[in-house]
């Protein structure tokens, strides 16, 4: 079955909090991906995974770092979470040597007071 | 990098009627376009793609519509039925695994 998964889905957290999302794949997808989506801006790339331990910078980066250790799982880590950081964050997954269609999680609602 | 811009960013049709969304991309490298939908309150899934290679392709009621030469690409949706009514988002590659997103249309289907 084919499936992107992400933990938790919804989250409160208070402005300076450590904040951990975590995806995880069943496809042995190789690349990972993290978006954060707000109203009016659609769908804004955080970090790409193309393996473990091969991250790079998406197009917002700054505030954000992502750990991937095992290729079905990807995290990603607010250190010192900012108010403008609420947004809906998904994770999505696809084949290696692409492009391919894209698998996305569920997402995760975060809201930083 | 890449522009991808939906211009519309809402739609409104009658059911049964066709809608069609359109989509242009500045980077001419792009030579993958797929085409996500995102049901209220859910996640996004892919519905349909075109690739550089061909000017057309469909899908049961999807058609998707790719000219290389204006850069841009649309998708059509026949004989809209309530299901359909969702947020689209277009989006285009250089064949790599980076894609860049349109910010998406609104598309409501009224009975």
């Known amino acids: 079955d084919m499936k992107v998964t992400q933990m938790p889905r919804y989250l409160i957290k208070r402005m300076g909090e450590n904040v951990l999302l975590e995806c995880g794949q069943d496809?042995?997808?190789?690349?990972m991906y993290w978006y954060r989506q707000d109203p009016g801006l659609g769908l804004q790339l955080i970090y790409i995974s193309y393996d473990v331990d091969s991250n790079s910078e998406g197009d917002i980066p700054k505030g954000y770092r992502v750990s991937r250790k095992k290729r079905e799982h990807f995290s990603l880590i607010l250190d010192s979470a900012k108010t403008n950081q609420t947004s809906v964050y998904f994770c999505?997954?696809?084949?290696?040597?692409?492009?391919?269609?894209?698998?996305f999680g569920p997402g995760t609602r975060l809201t930083v007071l | 990098g890449e522009k991808v811009e939906q211009h519309e960013s809402t739609l409104s049709v009658r059911e049964g009627d066709s809608a069609v969304i359109n989509c242009t991309y500045t980077?001419?490298?792009?030579?993958?376009f797929p085409w996500y939908k995102q049901e209220a309150g859910k996640s996004l899934h892919f519905v349909i793609d075109i690739r550089s290679n061909v000017d057309r392709k469909q899908s049961q009621r999807l058609i998707v519509l790719l000219d290389k030469k204006a850069k841009r690409f649309s998708l059509h949706i026949t004989a809209t039925q309530p299901e359909d009514s969702a947020i689209y988002f277009c989006?285009?590659?250089?064949?790599?695994?980076?894609?860049?997103f349109g910010d998406g249309t609104q598309l409501v289907v009224k009975p």
């Open positions: 999505a997954s696809s084949r290696d040597w692409g492009p391919y269609e894209q698998y």
């Open positions: 989006a285009a590659s250089k064949g790599n695994n980076r894609i860049f």
């Open positions: 496809m042995s997808h190789e690349t």
């Open positions: 980077d001419t490298a792009s030579s993958y």
